[in-house]
T-cell receptor
Framework: EPEVTQTPSHQVTQMGQEVILRCVPI?????FYWYRQILGQKVEFLVS????????KSEIFDDQFSVERPDGSNFTLKIRSTKLEDSAMYFC???????????FGQGTRLTVV | GESVGLHLPTLSVQEGDNSIINCAYS??????FIWYKQESGKGPQFIID?????DKRQGQRVTVLLNKTVKHLSLQIAATQPGDSAVYFC????????????FGQGTILTVHP
């Protein structure tokens, strides 16, 4: 069964450092998303990406965040200067169509120290 | 604003019992609703979905009920098993163009053998 894969599974970084979280969405999907989940809280939308551009972003997704689809398979989230409060699970998701279920990856646990 | 909330944060049941998890939403523009299951350390896993033109949908051991009048969604799990123990999130889409999901807070379901 096709699945969304994310790497790394766990990333520890120093405050102020840049991190890149990587995702390989399901191959025939067209809509891509990043969500985050702070420990014990609900999943929060960060950004959606369609047709090679950001289609929607939340207030969380400020200038320190960026996304890229550098080739036909990878979808990355970059955090330029990490803060302690960026520590969370980051989930990538993809969809075939706009209003179908989103398939989520296993997540990357980001710990900022 | 948009919000999705849950009536019960935790639910404990005995193996074999039926479980009902509830969710309230506030955005009348919501037209697509999903239940996800999240096990510890994993990403949300799709369980079942329903569109706003339906009020009931059944899957294997699960049923989703949608009451648009009172903006209420429920997930029924028949013959609950220990493997059903997880956090269950309702999520909705609609009112936006690119299918972002808004998640509820989550209900912790614990199934005792």
């Amino acid at each position: 069964e096709p699945e969304v894969t994310q790497t790394p599974s766990h990333q520890v970084t120093q405050m102020g450092q840049e991190v890149i979280l990587r995702c390989v969405p399901i191959s025939n999907h067209l809509y891509f998303y990043w969500y985050r989940q702070i420990l014990g809280q609900k999943v929060e939308f960060l950004v959606s990406f369609y047709n090679n551009e950001i289609s929607e972003k939340s207030e969380i997704f400020d200038d320190q965040f960026s996304v890229e689809r550098p080739d036909g398979s990878n979808f990355t989230l970059k955090i330029r200067s990490t803060k302690l409060e960026d520590s969370a699970m980051y989930f990538c998701a993809s969809k075939r169509d706009q209003n179908t279920e989103a398939f989520f990856g296993q997540g990357t646990r980001l710990t900022v120290v | 604003g948009e919000s999705v909330g849950l009536h019960l944060p935790t639910l404990s049941v005995q193996e074999g019992d039926n479980s009902i998890i509830n969710c309230a939403y506030s955005n009348s523009a919501s037209d697509y609703f999903i239940w996800y299951k999240q096990e510890s350390g994993k990403g949300p896993q799709f369980i079942i979905d329903i569109r706003s033109n339906m009020d009931k949908r059944q899957g294997q051991r699960v049923t989703v009920l949608l009451n648009k009048t009172v903006k209420h969604l429920s997930l029924q799990i028949a013959a609950t098993q220990p493997g059903d123990s997880a956090v269950y999130f309702c999520a909705f889409a609609g009112g936006t163009s690119y299918g972002k999901l808004t998640f509820g807070q989550g209900t912790i379901l614990t199934v005792h053998p």
